[in-house]
């Protein structure tokens, strides 16, 4: 099958300093990937190097991003730009980048539907107060004339998702979409993101901590350390046949309900000074030994459509 998106040998950073190694990853039509990993881990970095803003300061040193079979770096940043806006929407970690501060909730709706679609103010109006009821924000009239400092965190976070949704992109690009809602308001925005799925076969790269909404939501799954994708596969194979013992730790790290204790993971992830080769992972793992630290790290098949880095679950 054709990948919508396909990443490879991806290394992005800031500057000259490098952040994300290898990236490699690909996505069909329709499909979800949930990228997960610890906090400072590159999660981000990658997103943003995917969409090719020129105002992030990222910054992609080699490798291809490829879209419908067209390579992302290799655009011009006015390519780049209708490129994006006609095919991607995008979801920044804080709801704030998203949304202009000095234009009123409406405007930006009507501005960003306008220049997607030939649509009337009318029309665009109710398509923007079903779609923001659909995600729990009933006082639609008053958001839609209220500035983004005027209403909460939650609400903003909601209303990022909503102008990307709007647009029925063929991709959405969503950093931790739902990080700011409650439990409820979490499963009526991932019911109304599946939602966007299966009505226009939206493919949909999404960060986030929540494993529950991984659980639910992905086909794929990316898990990241320091810079690395160290495994990757489709969401049952990785959660139940997860062969990283990072994978491992932060399954072991949730929250549980049937009061086993969730397991911490001690140490410290390296800076990323200190990751230029071998396993970034082994000064904290139970496998780490002298050959982890120098070893070239990459995703190795380990079962039909599953990948890992670790030799040691490999046997090698
Ligand atoms: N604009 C920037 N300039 C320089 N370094 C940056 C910049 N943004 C992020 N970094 C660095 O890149 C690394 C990865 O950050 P990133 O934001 O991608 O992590 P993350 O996995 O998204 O973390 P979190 O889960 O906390 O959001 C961190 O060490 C961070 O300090
Ligand atoms: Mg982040």
Known sequence: MNNL???????VGYGK?????????????????GIVGESGSGKSTLLKAIMQLDDTGVTVQSG????????????????????????MGVVFQNPGSS????????????????????????????????LLEKLNLQDGQRILNSYPYELSGGMNQRIALALAMIKEPELLLADEPTSALDVTVQAQVVEEMLKLRDRF??????????????????????VMYAGRIVEYGEKAEVIKNHCHPYT???????PRLDGKRPVGLPGRPPTFHEVKCGCGFASRCIHGCEQCKTREQQL?????????????????
């Open 17 to 33: 300093t490098t952040i994300v190694r290898d990236a490699r990853f690909a996505v069909q039509k329709g499909e979800i990937l």
């Open 201 to 222: 076969g939206t493919s949909i790269v999404m960060i986030t901590h929540n494993m529950g909404i991984v659980s639910k939501m992905a086909d794929k799954i990316a």
């Open 64 to 87: 291809r991003i490829s879209f419908q079979g067209q390579n992302l770096t290799s655009l011009s940043n006015e390519e780049k730009r209708a490129f994006r806006g006609n095919k």
């Open 5 to 11: 998106l396909e990443v490879s040998h991806l290394d």
């Open 300 to 316: 190795i098949p380990v079962a039909e459509n599953h990948w890992s880095c670790c030799s040691h679950a490999l046997g090698v």
């Open 99 to 130: 949304l202009n501060p000095l234009r009123r909730v409406k405007k930006q709706f009507i501005e960003t539907m306008q220049s997607h679609v030939k649509i009337d103010k009318k029309t665009a109006e109710s398509r923007i107060l079903e």
């Open 248 to 254: 491992r730790a932060l399954l072991e790290a949730i």
